[in-house]
């Protein structure tokens, strides 16, 4: 299959275009030892089927960071297998900028056709291109286009690829681009880019003299009206603040509906199994043990989505750019820059992508510190951690003043994760001083309306790898978790169950429970207690003792070292809350007693320590090895890993008895 | 002493006459700061850095450090030439 790479600058609409094309028929692709990734996908010519390649937005071939590099890679062919042409995309409203790029491409010798975007917003600027007479100056066909708002696409641009592929290849101007750039890119100094660079601004300026008009330069535009609010010392604070709020508040309220859908799907196939499968241990695998884990994690694909969602909006509309302009000063005091806003803003999200998202930083120092203080920003998996303990815990009626008192346990568990990244990379910067300089020169692209459907389509590829990545891993620790509480040493089952008809006699049956069902929970607990889970949870009860758990809570603490999500999962499994429900789960930790005083287990002072454990604590496996990937060794995730460990544990700690002494 | 973009005050607009040597010359040249550019200041974050320039037809954000990079010839006050 030929294959064309699609090359451009940032906020070209190269995405738009490539999404247009290929649909959702996607996959990425990484080069072997990092994460930067190229997407691909299949677009129909007339007579064949060819691939294309969305590679990163780029300014200039000569350049540092590590996106930029995996174009020059594909281009020099570095490890892949070099593209047959090159479709390059001009942004119509910044051509002169646009063109640097497409002089540098000139001198590799790919065969070349370009597509002109973005003519309404040049038209808006005053600027006009003659694309007949701009074809004769740079000697490349150029296809006007609008890849948001033109119906046909598909057809104009096959047409016009199939010409590009069957031109014979162009002539190469003697020159020595493609082994200057080998040089650069392997680390050597170049001397007179930068001259060379004016040079080809100098022959854009005389191409661009005969074939653009420009009426005026001074431009009242919709996008200088916005920033006026967006950039200001208060208003642009508190215009920030606001939007983070919306986004939590959107998480929640907009996902509030496909939860109930996933929850009643799986009671529903738990029921429908129970009833169709005979009473067997292998039933007991799948309504105790596969259906709950698995509901467990699908159940927060909703939240996911929408938290995915909401963010690429904030990205493709321009405002975030805008965050990371006003909040640079701050971040640099702190070792950070304000293009850290970003993947900071994504860990709130997902560790994974906002790792990847730190490659824009050209200072390593300022782009390490980014990375370590990530994993604090509290994840979409930490959520529906959070959510349990607080609505296990704290009742929705209870008020702190005029704010619920959930919503500020919420609010906290957030912020503390976000306090104590703010000490963390002012630490590192005063212990890890840089010695590159660190820049900021970053292009504030005009606002526009978030492609709905392109950043609906990302949100969803995210998705979709959390599902395969975490979904694997629940499913085979719900498995495991299930046998070992199904199984123990011995006939200990059976003598708990002896020890739990002798328990039910002597304890008080609670007011609010039936004989026979609090029969029956002793039992469950009884039983788990001797299983093989409950010999392991026994074992590392001494060690989280003091921080107020137990050891079912062991069990579930240690599988979600795999992934954080995991804990809702372990625990469904742990109290057989089949139908994977919050609620369920809830029901039946809050009825969950203590078999030696006959009170409730799970308080206050237990969720508030486990929260702030889960706040601080660096138990995401995904995330360490992006981390090993992006740094090039273990030594920061694990380090990280210690810390962020003694971090959470000394934090539950302290939260444990100071709620034991001032809260109940 | 020459002047350099960081002294426009908002709304003024000044054409780019060169830019110093140093580490950040090629990446200004890059992003189209190149002698005979129109540039004009736009905005400042809260706190007066870093600022917002417009260079020819887009909006291009630079801390004071990396405007002082840029020598201008003023062009006119008021700026809507």
Excluded at chain 1, 58 to 77: N, T, W
Excluded at chain 1, 641 to 658: E, P, S
Excluded at chain 2, 9 to 14: D, I, M, P, Q, T
Aim: charged share 20%; proline share 5%; net charge neutral.
């Amino acid at each position: 299959m030929r294959r064309i790479a699609l090359v451009g600058n940032p906020n070209c609409g190269k995405t738009t275009l490539f999404n247009r094309l290929t649909g959702l028929q996607q996959h990425t692709s990484n080069l072997p030892g990092t994460t930067v990734e190229a997407h691909h996908g299949k677009f129909k010519l007339p007579n064949e089927t060819i691939e294309l390649i969305d590679l990163p937005g780029i300014y200039s071939l000569f350049a540092e960071s590590d996106d930029e590099k995996l174009v020059v890679q594909h281009l020099l062919g570095e490890g892949v297998e070099k593209p047959d042409a090159i479709l390059l995309v001009l942004d119509s409203s910044n051509l002169r900028r646009n063109l640097l790029l497409q002089q540098q491409l000139q001198d590799l010798g790919y065969p070349t056709a370009a597509v002109l975007t973005m003519q309404d917003s040049a038209k808006r600027r005053g600027l006009a291109q003659d694309i007949s007479h701009l074809e004769k100056q740079l000697g490349l066909q150029i296809l006007g286009i609008n890849p948001r708002k033109d119906r046909q696409l598909a057809a104009p641009i096959s047409l016009f690829l199939e010409k590009l592929l069957n031109a014979a290849a162009p002539e190469l101007p003697p020159n020595d681009t493609e082994n200057k750039l080998q040089r650069f890119h392997s680390g050597e100094k170049i001397k007179g880019l930068s001259l060379e660079t004016l040079l080809r601004y100098n022959r854009i300026e005389s191409i661009l003299s005969a074939c653009q008009t420009q009426e005026y330069f001074g431009w009242k535009s919709f996008t200088l009206k916005l920033d006026r609010w967006f950039v200001h010392p208060v208003v642009g604070f508190l215009a920030f603040f606001a939007v983070m709020m919306i986004i939590f508040q959107g998480v929640f309220t907009l996902a509030e509906g496909p939860m109930t859908w996933v929850e009643d799907a799986f009671a529903w196939a738990s029921v429908g199994v129970e009833s169709f499968l005979p009473q067997h241990t292998a039933s007991g695998l799948i309504t105790d043990g596969l259906l709950p884990g698995l509901a467990g994690v699908v159940v927060f694909v909703p939240q996911i989505f929408i938290l995915f969602f909401l963010i690429g909006l904030l990205e493709d509309s321009g405002y975030m750019v805008r965050a990371s302009f006003i909040t640079d000063r701050l971040m640099r005091k702190i070792g950070l820059n304000g293009r850290s806003v970003i993947p900071l803003v994504g860990g709130f999200a997902c560790a994974i992508p906002a790792m990847m998202a730190t490659r824009s930083i050209r200072n390593r120092s300022e782009r390490l510190a980014t990375m370590i203080v990530v994993p604090l920003m509290s994840c979409s998996a930490r959520l529906p951690v959070y959510v349990l303990l607080i609505s296990l815990a704290i009742p929705a009626q209870q008020f702190i003043g005029p704010v619920p008192a959930q919503t500020l346990v919420m609010t906290s568990a957030y912020f503390a994760g976000i306090i104590v990244a703010l000490l963390i990379a002012a630490l590192f910067k005063r212990f890890h001083p840089s010695q590159e300089r660190s820049e900021f020169i970053l292009e504030l692209p005009a606002y526009q309306r978030p492609r709905l459907q392109t950043v609906a389509q990302q949100a969803w590829m995210k998705c979709k790898s959390f599902l395969q990545e975490a979904g694997s891993v629940i499913l085979i620790i719900s498995v495991a978790l299930w046998a070992l509480s199904t199984w123990g040493p011995g006939d200990s089952m059976n003598q708990a169950k002896i020890k739990a008809e002798q328990a039910a006699k002597e304890l008080e049956c609670p007011e609010d429970l039936e004989p026979r069902e609090f029969q029956s929970q002793l039992e469950s607990t009884f039983k788990l207690e001797a299983s093989y889970a409950g010999h392991i949870g026994h074992a590392i009860e001494p060690a989280i003792e003091p921080l107020g758990y137990d050891w079912k809570t062991g069990i579930a603490l240690i599988s979600s070292f795999a992934a954080r999500e995991v804990f809702v999962g372990t625990m469904s499994t742990l109290f057989q809350s089949s139908d994977g429900n919050v609620s369920g789960i809830r029901a039946r930790m809050q009825k969950e007693i203590d078999p030696h005083t006959g009170e409730p287990k799970y308080g206050i002072a237990y969720a508030l320590s486990l929260i702030i454990f889960y706040a601080f604590a660096l138990q995401c496996i995904s995330t360490m090895a992006v981390m090993k990937k992006e740094t090039g060794s273990w030594t920061w995730p694990i380090s990280l890993f210690l810390l962020y460990g003694a971090l959470a544990y000394l934090g539950a700690f302290i939260v444990y008895r100071w709620s034991i002494g001032f809260l109940i | 002493m020459p002047m350099t973009a960081d002294q426009l005050r908002n709304g003024e607009s000044a054409v780019i006459a060169s830019l110093h040597e140093g580490d950040y010359r090629l990446r200004l040249a890059e992003m189209g700061c190149v002698p005979g550019t129109r540039i004009k200041r736009e905005y400042q974050a809260p706190g007066g850095d870093p600022i917002a320039f417009r260079i020819d037809t887009y909006l291009l954000g630079l801390r004071l450090e990396e405007a002082r990079l840029i020598e201008i010839l003023p062009e006119d006050k008021g700026g809507n030439a």
